[in-house]
């Protein structure tokens, strides 16, 4: 069975300055994928970044970066230049192989951590 | 809007109550997901289809939930005897087709927020 954990239930930074938010995994699956998810307090999930099992180049989106160390099993995010609209829960998820073997299998998230960027 | 619409974005109902919900994916995504997100809690996967065929089931959807996507567009989830532990976010997304190579990110719908008394 797959799982995420994201340990740091709130993250506090000061509004310009980068921030780090954890999230490792564990999975016997040679091939997945790991995706950050921001989520506002409207409540609409927000693809940011995704990185593939065999992506051997950190993933990049903007301010958005991903930090995957495959042998420790870390997905990482980092925010760079926080914005006071960066403010919100953000998820760590897995993707499985999904069944029969096809590649888009059902995400797996983690518990979320809260964002607060501060002026 | 050519996003992930879903109907209603709020039910309140009494226990014992049936309930469905309605979702609507981008146009030309195969795959549709339901997942149910509880205060506080990351999402947690119910089922999947892709086109009409429901390929997975979580070991969560009890035998009172039922999903349908019969014409491979839209899907209902359909809740009988509604319980207050199935209060919840209820949210829809959907991807393209595993085909299509890239990331397959799935896009969210704005959820269903339902209150059972």
């Known amino acids: 069975a797959q799982k995420i954990t994201q340990t740091q239930p709130g993250m506090f930074v000061q509004e310009k300055e980068a921030v780090t938010l954890d999230c490792t995994y564990d999975?016997?699956?040679?091939?997945?994928?790991l995706f950050w998810y921001k989520q506002p307090s409207s409540g609409e999930m927000i693809f940011l970044i995704y990185q593939g099992s065999y992506d051997e180049q950190n993933a990049t989106e903007g301010r958005y970066s991903l930090n995957f160390q495959k042998a420790r099993k870390s997905a990482n995010l980092v925010i760079s230049a926080s914005q006071l609209g960066d403010s919100a829960m953000y998820f760590c998820a897995m993707r499985d192989r999904g069944a029969g073997g096809t590649s888009y299998g059902k995400l797996t998230f983690g518990q979320g951590t809260i964002l607060t960027v501060h002026p | 809007d050519t996003g992930v619409s879903q109907d209603p974005r709020h039910k309140i109902t009494k226990r014992g109550q049936n309930v469905t919900f309605r979702c609507d994916p981008i146009s030309e995504h195969n795959r549709l997901y339901w997942y149910r997100q509880t205060l506080g809690q990351g999402p947690e996967f119910l089922t999947y289809f892709q086109n009409e065929a429901q390929l997975e089931k979580s070991r969560l959807l009890s035998d009172r939930f039922s999903a349908e996507r019969p014409k491979g567009s839209f899907s209902t989830l359909e809740i009988q005897r509604t319980e207050q532990g199935d209060s919840a976010m209820y949210l829809c997304?959907?991807?393209?087709?595993?085909?299509?190579?890239?990331?397959?990110?799935?896009?969210f719908g704005p959820g269903t927020r339902l209150t059972v008394l």
């Open positions: 999975t016997s699956d040679q091939s997945y994928g």
């Open positions: 997304a959907s991807s393209l087709p595993g085909t299509s190579g890239g990331a397959g990110e799935q896009f």
